[in-house]
């Protein structure tokens, strides 16, 4: 699933990342690597952007580049 299909307050870990170029390596740069975990803190009206909770800092992204990241739930 994408990071993009996730429910606000469930915690996702990150699987791979789609992306190719500069996307791919803003993404890296924002922390967004394989293995680490993740939340959807909120979305706005039209689910576009999601704020989301990683390293412990929120960060808002597209629906775009959320579709991107495949992630799997964290069950806790």
Do not use: C, Q
């Not at 994408?2 to 803003?26: C, H, M, Q």
């Not at 706005?44 to 999601?50: E, G, R, T, V, Y």
């Amino acid at each position: 699933m994408s990071l993009f299909d996730g429910k606000k307050g469930k915690k996702y870990k990150i699987v791979n990342i789609n992306a190719e170029g500069k996307v791919f390596y803003k993404l890296l740069d924002m922390g967004f690597v394989n293995g680490v975990t993740t939340e959807v803190v909120r979305r706005a009206p039209l689910n576009d952007p999601i704020e989301l909770k990683i390293h412990n800092y929120l960060i808002t992204l597209r629906g775009s580049e959320a579709r991107l990241i495949e992630v799997e739930e964290v069950w806790m």
